[in-house]
């Protein structure tokens, strides 16, 4: 990885690993002034509130300055200037641009006109890869490790970017991969065959059963979304069967943590909240020091 | 005296033959090594019978000579092609095409939200799998299989 956050094909283990280790710094410490005398750009091209808000939080609490717009709208995108002329533009005013994008392709585009680093914030349906390692850091924190676990994800696995990156960067580290999905919505074939490549064991199922709960230590819910089917009724098929109910997680272990990347709709019910098992908000707040993290290795400045 | 009628397809003195073109790929193939522009004398046959193809197209280029970068950009549609550099005549050296790591311009990416289909960008793919002839675009990351392949 060098000095710009594109996507999770860049990441070595070591980059992950020592970028975990300086999120959690940034856990025991997050308001330390390593950023004094910089400017973050926030560039969000396409709307996204909750990932805009985190990284100006973990820039905000750095102490740097925050530049940017969080909408294509009024920024001089709307008179036609193209993606290079506004990134050469702004790398003139910030030390590190954080950019969203709704064409796909185009942080890495940006990373070419520019010395300045690039942080992509999400690039259409490719990548997310700050997302990738909050999920990541949260994994490591719940489980005091990342090797040789039992993940599950459910719901939408053929759109699902987040699973996508996560099976990607978990490659790594041994782990059994266990996919629950209804038929339409199934891990694509490239991801499984990433798994063969990689000699990652998976199965995968269409049934959502407390047995499969049981066995896991990282249950990872999405969203399944409505647009994502021709035929309405078959959406009201599936919409309750990927549902997470606190009862669900009577026989599960000790160390099992439930993740989302949020927000959520009715995958995981409300009476699930409450149980201590229950991590999707604390793994949102790890979006600060995860973020924190990245933008200080991309400006290579040391965290001790 | 015979009606016949042939077209001798002549012997060039110096330049570049470019044979066992798959049928389908020969007019690519002038599309890719800009011969639209060039002013060489070119001769092109093509659905002519091959033993090993079945039919086979040839392109001959007097007084050109294609360096490697632009050859290998011929990868990705015809893969066994061989080229023939001639001199006085003579057939100096033969050439094979070689699967470059990148390939910039050339091939379009198949994906209508990249950007290279929005902004004036240049495609950039890289080989993803030898074997299969499949590429991925460095930008958006998707994989596309060889049957997908879209010049430019």
Not at chain 1, 291 to 298: H, P, V, W
Request: net charge neutral; aromatic share 8%.
């Amino acid at each position: 990885m060098d000095h710009n956050f594109i996507s999770v094909s860049d990441f070595t283990k070591e980059d992950i690993l020592s970028l975990l280790h300086d999120a959690a710094f940034f856990e025991a410490h997050p308001n330390s002034r390593l950023l004094e005398g910089k400017v973050v750009a926030t560039l969000f091209f396409e709307p996204s509130t909750r990932t805009r808000l985190s990284f100006e939080t973990a820039s905000n609490r750095l102490g740097a300055r925050v530049i940017g717009f969080s909408d294509p709208a009024s920024s001089s995108t709307s008179k036609g200037e193209t993606l290079k002329d506004t990134i050469k533009m702004v790398s003139n005013y910030a030390d590190v641009i954080v950019m969203r994008h709704y064409l796909e392709g185009a942080a890495r585009y940006a990373s070419e006109v520019t010395d300045v680093p690039i942080i992509n914030a999400g690039d259409g349906a490719n990548q997310h890869p700050s997302q990738t390692l909050l999920d990541l850091y949260s994994i490591w924190k719940t489980q005091g490790t990342l090797d040789n676990l039992d993940i599950t994800m459910v719901g939408d696995l053929k759109y699902g970017r987040t699973v996508h990156s996560l099976v990607q960067a978990m490659s790594f580290f041994s782990p059994r991969f266990h996919f629950i999905a209804p038929q339409l919505l199934r891990m694509p074939n490239g991801y499984r065959d990433f798994c063969r490549r990689h000699s990652l064991p998976f199965d995968e199922q269409e049934e959502f059963t407390e047995k499969a709960i049981n066995e896991t230590d990282i249950l990872y819910m999405t969203r399944i979304q409505r647009e994502r089917f021709s035929d309405p009724r078959e959406y009201e098929q599936v919409k309750n069967v990927y549902c997470l109910k606190n009862a669900m997680l009577e026989g599960s272990k000790p160390n099992l943590r439930v993740l989302h990347p949020l927000p959520r709709v009715n995958e995981i019910a409300y009476d699930v909240d409450d149980n201590p098992k229950a991590y999707y908000f604390q793994q949102a707040k790890n979006g600060v020091y995860a973020r924190q993290a990245i933008i200080c290795r991309m400006l290579d400045i040391k965290v001790d | 005296m015979s009606d016949k009628k042939e077209l001798e397809v002549s012997a060039i003195e110096n330049g570049t033959v470019i044979d066992h073109i798959p049928a389908e790929a020969t007019f690519k193939i002038v599309q890719i090594l800009g011969l639209y522009e060039c002013d060489s004398a070119i001769t092109i046959g093509n659905n002519l019978n091959s033993k090993t193809l079945g039919k086979k197209g040839i392109i001959k280029v007097a007084d050109r000579f294609f360096p490697d970068e632009v050859i290998n950009r011929l990868a990705v549609i015809a893969p066994n092609v061989t080229l023939n550099i001639i001199r006085n005549y003579q057939i100096a050296e033969k050439k094979h095409v070689k699967f470059p790591k990148i390939i910039r311009g050339v091939v379009k990416c198949s994906n209508p939200k990249c950007i290279t289909n929005h902004q004036p960008v240049q495609t950039k793919m890289e080989v993803f799998d030898a074997d299969l002839k499949s590429l991925r675009c460095c930008y958006c990351e998707r994989v596309m299989r060889h049957e997908e392949i879209e010049l430019l």
